[in-house]
Structure formats: C-alpha cells, structure tokens
T-cell receptor, first 114, second 118 residues
C-alpha cells in the first residue's frame, strides 16, 4: 500500500514554539501534499511539493522532501492557538500516473496551547 | 474564485434508504475526486472523474456510484444505506496538468457532507 504515515500521532506545544510533523510513504511519487483539517471539517490545502523539489516555504510553513528516504516533514514556526488541527500528508501514485487518487495517512493531531 | 462546494452539508438517513451528494468544483477544474472519512478507516478514496469519465475507483462496494456532468459538477450516490456508511464525504477538485512528463495539480477539498445513517 502507498498509504503514508504521519508521526507523531499527537503533538502538544505552547504558542510561539515550532511544530514539526513527519510523513513517510512507501512507493515513488509525483507530488506530496500537506493538508490541515479542523475538527470534522473539510481539508485545507497547505502546500504541494514535487518529487524533484527538496524544500518549499509558504508563510510560516516549511516542507522538506527526501525521496531517497521516502519521507517529508512539515515545520510550522511560531505556532498559534489557531494552528490547532489535524495535519495530513497525501501522496499520489507516482511516475507516469495520470490518476488523481491521493493516499492519506492517519494524521498528526496538533494542539497549541495559549 | 469560489472554492469547492458540497451539498447538503448534513444529512440523516435511515438504513436501506439511498442518498445523493453533490459537488461543484472550482471553476475550470475538470477533475473531481470523492473520499470517505471515518474515525476507524481514516480517509479512503472512492472514485475520480475527469471529463465525465470515471478514471479510478477505490475499494468500495457497488452500492457506491458516481457521475460527472459536462459542467464538471459531480454527484455520488449510495444505495441501500448501512450504519457503517455514516461518515464525512469529501469532494476534491483539481486542475490537472503536465509538468514535463509528470502530472501535477493540487487537490482542493470542499467542506464535506456529514452523513449519519440510523
């Protein structure tokens, strides 16, 4: 199965601290995407990183990708209480795939305390 | 630009009934995918439509079906509802394109339809 796994399952930090979440997957990919989900709501797209990219930034977010280790990390700097949510990584089916299917892990539940 | 919209947002149905959920993608997006999210199974892929054709299907029984219209709007139908079908159903749209020899394109999700089967 291509399904990714996020680590840790849960993370609890204070406002202002940095939060790092990791994602591992099993087969080759074209892209890896990170999403945020607030309790019971839709997924909010955070960032897409292509397989030929190693690092990408968006505001307080920094994503790295290591295709040799089949892993990615999401760093949220200077966390705020509003960052409290579940974070998911999603991968596709790899080189040559024209399919839109994404494979999700179980997510990391981030809690940021004021 | 308006995001992905899903209707209805909440639905309560009885076992044995059928239900139709609707999804309107972001304007210009031709790919629509559906996912089911439950606490036990997490996010599971249902199917993907592109230009009115089903391009990929997940491992769900035939009671789950879908279609896409010429305006890219999509519907999914679940017949003979079971208690285990209670879930958040998420629709995602994508502007798929080729970058070199690889398909790329973010998938943007709607707010979901919360289905409760009693």
């Amino acid at each position: 199965s291509q399904q990714g796994e996020e680590d840790p399952q849960a993370l609890s930090i204070q406002e202002g601290e940095n939060a790092t979440m990791n994602c591992s997957y099993k087969t080759s990919i074209n892209n890896l995407q990170w999403y945020r989900q607030n309790s019971g709501r839709g997924l909010v797209h955070l960032i897409l990183i292509r397989s030929n990219e190693r690092e990408k930034h968006s505001g307080r977010l920094r994503v790295t990708l290591d295709t040799s280790k089949k892993s990615s990390s999401l760093l949220i700097t200077a966390s705020r209480a509003a960052d409290t949510a579940s974070y998911f990584c999603a991968t596709d089916a790899g080189r040559g795939s024209t399919l839109g299917r994404l494979y999700f892990g179980r997510g990391t539940q981030l809690t940021v305390w004021p | 630009k308006a995001g992905v919209t899903q209707t209805p947002r909440y639905l309560i149905k009885t076992r044995g009934q059928q239900v139709t959920l609707s999804c309107s993608p972001i304007s210009g997006h031709r790919s629509v995918s559906w996912y089911q999210q439950t606490p036990g199974q997490g996010l599971q892929f249902l199917f993907e439509y592109f230009s009115e054709t089903q391009r990929n299907k997940g491992n769900f029984p035939g009671r789950f079906s879908g279609r896409q219209f010429s305006n890219s709007r999509s519907e999914m139908n679940v017949s003979t509802l079971e208690l285990g079908d209670s879930a958040l159903y998420l629709c995602a749209s994508s502007l798929k394109g080729l970058a070199g020899d690889r398909w790329v394109g973010e998938q943007y999700f709607g707010p979901g339809t919360r289905l409760t089967v009693t």
